[in-house]
């Protein structure tokens, strides 16, 4: 439920988001931005990646919804929206975000 509203806010420009940028691990996510939410114990537990799409409409895509897990919801981003050229680093991204979910699991 939290995800939900988090993601209203975004929609109706009640909540900004930190600009992503540019890195070799994740590739060009600078259209990208992260909000993020869940605290627990002190500390945020989740990410939302969110842009906006320039298509004449104002419209938010959610890009990923993610536990916060070293550079897990970013590197999800990238492979999702096709931000890592290089196979060697889409490798290691995928081994990365499967060595994540086993430890969660």
Known sequence: MEALRIAKR???RTLAGKQLRYFSKTG????CFRVY????HGEDTHRMVFRELDDGAEVVEVVV????DADIPYLLAALRLGRLDDPLR???ARRRIAKARRKRD
């Open 10 to 12: 975004v929609d109706e």
């Open 37 to 40: 939410f869940g605290a627990a």
């Open 90 to 92: 889409q490798a290691d």
């Open 65 to 68: 919804l993610a536990e916060r």
């Open 28 to 31: 060009d996510l600078t259209d």
